[in-house]
């Protein structure tokens, strides 16, 4: 049996930071969650994903834009390194999964109106 530790995320693009081999993708997803005073907000929490793969990294170049709609799926993998002799932990979100799902529309008059 196949042991795994996945993500599955949906949200909106908020950074798009592309190196020579890693695109880091910065991802908000929104939770519902309900005050003290019994008000229902919107809680919002950003991901960090790492995309390695050369054809997703493309896609995203080409197509992907702050703002837009989208999926990301793949694996957890936790990560350490050592900085001023201590060694630091952290989990990162490994991209093999994904997809635009709408662009980002832009304001129209009537949304500015209510704003």
Not at 55 to 73: E, F
Request: with cysteine; proline share 1%; glycine share 10%.
């Amino acid at each position: 049996m196949k042991n795994v530790a996945e993500f599955t995320l949906i949200g909106r693009i908020g950074k798009i930071t592309a190196g020579e081999s890693v695109t880091r993708l910065s991802i908000a997803s929104n939770y519902r969650r309900k005050g003290k005073d019994g008000a229902w907000a919107d809680d919002t929490h950003w991901n960090q994903v790492v995309v390695f793969s050369e054809g997703a990294r493309k896609y995203i170049a080409d197509h992907v834009a702050q703002g837009d709609l989208v999926m990301a799926r793949g694996r957890v993998r936790q990560s350490s390194y050592d900085k001023d002799g201590e060694t630091r932990y952290g989990v990162d979100l490994v991209c093999t999964d994904f997809g635009l799902l709408a662009a980002k529309q832009p304001a129209t008059d009537e949304d500015e109106e209510t704003a």
